[in-house]
């Protein structure tokens, strides 16, 4: 016997809020810092401005430092996901039921959503003009093909971590927020500056729905990059890892 | 075995359990059970609690150290 579904609900929206507020808060409080500097390349549209790769370092670790106290705070409770990839992965792999993953998703969209618009609300509207809410979208000279294979890449690597120090049981437990988190982290610093690295097609809605109702840009074009992306990413990753563990 | 308490109290009777704590042996009338759910699994699915609690047995001094009150 579980938790019910409406509290495990509660948990996945609290968690994707989380995570949402935190990280891209680390991206429009970045943003908001760099502003007015003149950008050293085309390539740097001010993350990287002040410090280098260590702007995307600092970000990575914010959204890989939250998404570790999420875990730990509610990985008991509802597993944790705040992550639709992940949960249709773990859907994919039957080791989540359909009518929790429609719920899941749906209530990871609600999260990320309030924690767009609450960001946006006690920074005030440079977080919208300025930071764009930390919305992701494809840096310049990627391409909308290279950046879906960007994604997946990014969250091929998640998606394997999770399976490795969390799914499989022969994992040493008690390590996985941390890894988790630290994956992520490490993927945001290398691919933040292609993508944005979303890696979760929660925390890109989130920003574009926020953007899109506050007078921000419409970026609803590259959603997809950011849905097919992930999926596929963490799809490969699960059915690998299942490949390559079984006897 | 015989039990613990009841040899405490100048009466010998046989000893039906042993304690998890400190290993003391236990008649039926010293002997505490306290049943404990166990939850298996975790991130990044839900924690299970499986379907019949385990059963632990305590000497009423263990079950006041663990739980702070007299049964």
Request: some cysteine; glycine content about 14%.
């Amino acid at each position: 016997m579980t938790t019910s579904l409406g509290k495990r609900c509660i948990a996945e929206a609290v968690g994707t809020f989380i995570l949402v507020f935190f990280g891209t808060g680390a991206a429009v409080v970045t943003l908001m810092l760099a502003a007015g500097t003149t950008p050293a390349t085309p390539f740097n549209i001010g993350i990287g401005a002040l410090g280098g790769l260590g702007d995307w370092l600092a970000i990575g670790l914010a959204f890989g430092i939250a998404i570790a106290g999420a875990i730990y705070a509610f990985g008991r409770i509802s597993g944790c996901h705040i992550n639709p990839a992940v949960t249709i992965a773990l859907f994919a792999t039957r080791r989540f039921s359909g009518r929790d993953t429609v719920a899941y998703i749906v209530v990871q969209l609600i999260g990320a959503a309030a924690a767009s618009l609450l960001l946006a609300w006690v920074i005030g509207p440079d977080a919208v003009t300025i930071g764009g809410l930390g919305a992701t979208t494809p840096f310049p000279g990627i391409g909308y093909l290279q950046a879906i294979v960007i994604e997946i890449i990014g969250t091929f690597l998640l998606m394997l971590v999770i399976m490795g120090v969390a799914v499989d049981e022969r994992a040493t437990p008690g390590f996985a927020g941390l890894m988790v988190g630290l994956a992520v982290a490490g993927i945001i610093t290398t691919i933040g500056n292609l993508t944005g690295a979303s890696l979760n097609p929660a925390r890109t809605f989130g920003p574009y729905l926020g953007d899109w109702l506050l007078g921000g840009s419409n970026l609803w074009a590259f959603f997809p990059i950011y849905i097919i992306g992930p999926i596929v990413g963490a799809l490969l990753a699960a059915f690998l890892y299942d490949y390559l563990s079984g006897e | 075995m015989k039990c613990y308490y009841c040899a405490l109290e100048g009466k010998e009777s046989e000893a039906v359990a042993v304690c998890i704590v400190c290993g003391m042996g236990l008649c039926m009338d010293h002997a505490i059970r306290k049943d404990i759910d166990v939850w298996e699994g975790g991130y990044p699915l839900p924690s299970r609690r499986v379907k019949a609690p385990l059963p632990r047995i305590l000497c009423p001094e263990c079950y006041a150290a663990l739980y702070g009150k007299e049964k």
